[in-house]
Each structure stands twice: as C-alpha cells, then as structure tokens.
C-alpha cells in the first residue's frame, strides 16, 4: 500500500491498469515496463493491474503476457500488489494462463468476462467458477465490461459468485450505478460483505464509492494516481466535500482519456510527457493531430504538462 491503512481493501483503493509500451519495432518495451511500473507505484497505486484492457491484452501473445507478469513482479517487488489479466473467452485457456500466472507469485487475477461467445448466465457462472477452482489459493477479481464483451455480468450472478472464497472482487465498468447499488445491496444481504466493488470507470468513481464501492480499478492513475488516492481515501474518511472537489478537478482528464478508444489516448498523453510508451498495436492505432492537440490542451490546463 502506499502507506500505512489499516481499513484498505485486499487489493488496495487505486489499482491501475497499467499500459503496455511497445519499441517503434512493435515489440514490447520491457525495460520502460520496468520503469514505468516503478514510477507508477511511487505515485499513488496500491496494485498494478498487468495485460488487462489498457495493457491491450488482446494484442499480446500469452508469452508475452507470462513475460510481461515476471517482469512486473521483478521490478515492483512486495512494493505493491500485482494482478495478472488472465481471463479469456475459452475457460481452458483461461484456467491454463491463470494457472501459470500463480505459481508466480502474484497476488490476484483479473478474469473478464467471456467475449463474443455471450455465453447466458449459468454459462458465465459456471465459466468463473471453474477457474476458482483451478487456482484456488488466488484471489480472483471478476470484471464486467458489457460494452466491449456484449455480455453482462448480472448481480445475483456476481453475487452467487461471491461465496466461493477466492472470488473477492470485481472490477464494475458497465457504467451502471443501478447495477453496482444491487451487487452491494445483495452482498450484503447474503452475508459477503468482504467481497469488493471496484470502479471500472475513473469518471464514475466517486459516485460508485457512495453505493458501495471501495476504489477503482483506473486509467487516469497513470497521471494523476497521488490526486485519486487522495480522492478516494477523503471519501473513504468521510471528507466527501473534499472528495468531491478532487472528482470535479479531475473530470476534465477523465473524459479527455476516453476521447477515443482506450489506450489511445493515454498514450498519446504519456508520449507527451516523455514517457517512450510507443504507439498501440493494430487493430488499434495511432492518435489523431486533432486528439494530440486536444490532450495537450488538457494536459497543460491542469499543469500536468510543462509549456515549453
């Protein structure tokens, strides 16, 4: 953790989702991978999210991913928790790379829910639970994206997924607070109250933390992770006004981040800032003129780029 707290979460309050860096040959970027993670744990992050939507896992090979997990674990150290993005949309794959992941050493892993097959909720069930059962000495954080998988993870579905012991989180980014209310609302009623609701969407983070939600699993922690710390732990002490004011600081970059597809934006950011994070890999694609214009304008607006 970041310092000492003895309320925090299993995995902390701000997780980010770390960005993968790639040489201009498209190769991954370790060294940068080494720094980088370093960098972000100095400055606000309790565990670094490896290989999961903003690492653009579904451009990486599974050996880059097992490469990506070492080496994260090798420059971080116990400084921080670190989850493996292991999940899939084929369950055997998935218990295989999560499997393999474990004997790391790693402290969790992040399993999406499976895409394009939409599988209907008993498969899903079944899915997350296989893989429990498969690793069952590691925490497991289940993420919900329906905007990327078409497939929505339903709350008496996370919630039945909640009694198995090493099921303790989920990351929620289908941007519906009704949605994450109702998770908290049946946990609570089943008895888990130690199962952890995570926001998947740095904007809605805030209002996730008022039903329930105990951090957020973050792409904006890349560069501003000090203030989302300090936002979410304000919140978490009641200082809601000064929370507040913190989220309102920050929406401007919250929306600017998701301008486009992410990482798009993110990378152009950091580029911006020095950082030698490369570009995406193909499908996705280099960030337009008028999108580098528009972060820089940001970036310098809220003094997170110097103005030459």
């Not at 690492?55 to 090798?74: M, N, Q």
């Not at 936002?231 to 929406?251: D, I, P, Y």
């Not at 337009?288 to 030459?308: A, F, G, P, W």
Request: aromatic letters at 6%; one cysteine or more.
């Amino acid at each position: 953790m970041t310092s000492s707290d003895s309320a925090a979460p299993y995995f902390g309050r701000v997780l980010t989702a770390m960005i993968t860096p790639f040489l201009p040959s498209g190769k991954v970027n370790y060294p940068v991978v080494e720094k980088f993670s370093n960098y972000l744990v100095d400055h606000g992050t309790d565990a670094v999210v490896v290989c999961g939507t903003t690492g653009e896992s579904p451009a990486l090979t599974w050996a880059e991913e097992y490469e990506l997990f070492k080496v994260v674990k090798g420059a971080v150290g116990d400084r921080a928790k670190i989850l493996a993005g292991t999940g899939s949309n084929s369950t055997q794959e998935a218990i295989e790379a999560t499997q393999k992941a474990d004997k790391l050493g790693l402290d969790g892993s992040l399993q999406v829910v499976p895409y394009y097959n939409k599988p209907p909720q008993a498969g899903l069930k079944g899915h997350f639970e296989a893989i429990a059962r498969a690793v069952p000495d590691l925490p497991i954080m289940l993420y919900n994206v329906p905007g990327r998988t078409s497939c929505n993870l339903l709350p008496e579905t996370v919630v039945e997924l909640s009694s198995i012991p090493n099921i303790v989180a989920i990351k929620e980014a289908s941007g519906n607070l009704d949605q994450v209310s109702e998770i908290s609302r049946r946990a609570q009623q089943q008895g888990s109250a130690g199962f952890e609701i995570y926001s998947g969407d740095d904007s809605l983070t805030l209002p996730m933390l008022s039903v329930g939600a105990v951090g957020v699993v973050s792409v904006a922690s890349h560069l501003v992770g000090d203030k989302l710390q300090q936002m979410v732990r304000a919140f978490a002490s009641g200082k809601v006004s000064e929370a507040t004011a913190l989220h309102l600081e920050l929406f401007p970059l919250f929306k600017t981040l998701f301008a486009v597809t992410s990482p798009i934006p993110l990378k152009v950011a950091l580029t911006l800032q020095g950082w030698e994070v490369g570009n995406c890999r193909l499908p996705l694609c280099e960030g337009s003129l008028d999108l580098q214009q528009q972060i820089e304008r940001t970036l310098i607006q809220m003094n997170l780029l110097k103005v030459s």
